[in-house]
């Protein structure tokens, strides 16, 4: 392998990167398909990020992702960027075609075909989002971008979830932005039904809710960002955070009933549609499951 001309590279470039399952995911897929590349982690220092890219593009990879705190700071050295990722404001994935870099956000589209997995549309959807940071930006946008009715930004800090309505602004969603507080107290109105005020209640019952947050990570410091026994039966209850997989808020909504979807789902589909866009070739979807859950179960 080590001196094959005609092995290509693709990799992961972010600041640190401590542990990545990403290489276990592509690498089993690269190999299922007998396709000549490799998936490499690069931590890159802020300082070397022009060079790092353009490193890459010189030695000829076909593409890499990028990771925090990157996925910003890398647009101004990409030739091209698709409208998904510039609507969002960040690319995670830099396809590299005849030495030009060409940027895209797989992240909103890996939740939209989680979502899809399990026979739900985003379209006339009135969506509950907990947070406002970069994964809360890519799946808002890509829910706006297909058809979600309403969009309620709930946030401890009211002005970065104003900035994430912004976004949103022009894509023909409605949008409110709430404190997270108001959806733990008892004593609030939680869904707004007569013009209740502004920041205090969200706009229409939701259908889906999204936890956007890391809470949820450290599940012996959990707290509770919703109360679960507030939502109405139909109610969606989405996870981002992958590692646990089931926490606290997904454990509690499957036990009342709800139907609950887990962050594996972007994480996998998010992946593959990076695959797609590195090879050209359809992602071995079922390979890239299986190792992500070994990749999964071995990090817990
Ligand atoms: P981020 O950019 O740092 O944003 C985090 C957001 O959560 C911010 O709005 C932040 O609010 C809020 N927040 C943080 N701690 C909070 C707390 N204790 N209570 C209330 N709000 C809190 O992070 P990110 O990249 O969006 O990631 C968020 C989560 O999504 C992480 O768990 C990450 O692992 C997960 N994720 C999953 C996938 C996937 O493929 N499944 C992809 C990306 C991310 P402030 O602005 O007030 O700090």
Redesign the pocket.
């Given at each position: 392998m080590v001196n094959d001309s005609r092995l290509k590279l693709t990799g992961l470039i972010g600041y640190p990167v401590k542990y990545s399952l990403s290489p276990a995911i592509y690498n089993a897929a690269f190999e299922v398909l007998g396709l000549n590349l490799r998936y490499v982690v690069f931590p890159v220092q802020r300082e070397a990020l022009e060079e790092a890219v353009k490193g890459m593009a010189a030695l000829g990879f076909a593409g890499f992702n990028v990771t925090?705190p990157y996925k910003e700071a890398v647009i101004p050295f990409l030739d091209s960027i698709h409208p998904e990722a510039e609507q969002i404001g960040a690319v995670n994935t830099v396809v590299i075609s005849n030495g030009k870099l060409l940027g895209y956000n797989t992240?909103g589209v890996?939740f939209i075909r989680a979502l899809e997995e399990r026979d739900i549309r985003a379209a006339e959807k009135n969506v509950l989002l907990?947070?406002?940071?970069?994964?809360?930006k890519a799946v808002a946008v890509a829910l706006a971008r297909r058809g979600a009715a309403s969009i309620a930004i709930a946030?401890?800090?009211l002005d970065?979830g104003k900035k994430l309505a912004g976004k949103l602004a022009g894509l023909g969603v409605q949008t409110r932005v709430v404190h997270?507080e108001a959806l733990v107290d008892p004593g609030e109105v939680l869904w707004h039904t007569n013009g209740a005020g502004e920041e205090k209640a969200v706009p229409a019952p939701p259908d889906i809710i999204i936890n956007?947050?890391?809470?949820?990570?450290t599940p012996e410091r959990e707290?509770e960002?919703i109360r679960v026994d507030s939502l109405p039966p139909h109610c969606i209850v989405c996870d981002?955070?992958?590692g646990p997989r089931r926490t606290l808020l997904l454990q509690k909504s499957a036990a009342a009933g709800h139907k609950v979807i887990d962050?594996?789902g972007?994480?996998l589909h998010?992946g593959a549609e990076a695959f797609f866009l590195f090879t050209g070739v359809q992602a071995p979807l079922e390979v890239m499951r299986r190792a992500m859950d070994v990749a999964l179960c071995n990090n817990m």
């Open positions: 925090i992240d890996g907990l947070g406002a940071g970069g994964a809360a946030v401890r800090n970065r997270l956007a947050t890391p809470v949820g990570m707290t960002l981002l955070v992958y962050g594996s972007m994480l998010q």
